[in-house]
């Protein structure tokens, strides 16, 4: 990133970091200087206009969190959806069978169809794909959950 910057002239700015919306979410944002500002000419504008910027900046990262992706395939059914959660949180197809009251086998059947539903070869890319695609680990409670 230093690289790239310093091919652009880009030798001062802020680094924000955000709270997360979610234990598998991060994010951050860098506001780069124009060209001809100093570190010391930013830290100036930062104390005037940094708490501003930090709201407005928070605002527009959990707007864009919040959105959701869309694809021309249909979405992961909820026992998809749960046991890929299930997935994500450690648990074998055993371990899912047993919480959700299935057998192994309607576990990796569902496991499957979201594998092919998604795209992907293995279940760790399914569970990664339908994370990036917001359809796993959503941070609303269940009620409030259209996807549920």
């Not at 001062?12 to 598998?24: H, K, L, M, W």
């Amino acid at each position: 990133m230093l690289e790239f910057n310093l091919r652009f002239g880009v030798v001062a700015g802020v680094s924000i970091a955000f709270p997360d919306t979610s234990s598998r979410a991060k994010g951050a944002i860098g506001l780069c200087a124009r060209v001809g500002l100093t570190q010391d000419d930013v830290d100036a504008i930062w104390e005037e206009h940094g708490r501003e910027l930090l709201v407005l900046n928070s605002v527009l990262h959990l707007k864009i969190s919040a959105m959701p992706f869309s694809t021309t395939r249909r979405p992961l059914t909820r026992r998809q959806r749960e046991v890929l959660e299930w997935v994500g949180d450690g648990k074998t197809a055993a371990d899912i069978a047993l919480i959700m009251g299935l057998t192994v086998a309607t576990v990796e059947k569902h496991l499957r169809l979201a594998r092919e539903a998604l795209e992907v070869e293995t279940t760790a890319q399914a569970v990664l794909k339908a994370s990036m695609q917001k359809q796993i680990f959503l941070s609303q409670p269940d009620g409030d959950d259209p996807l549920r």
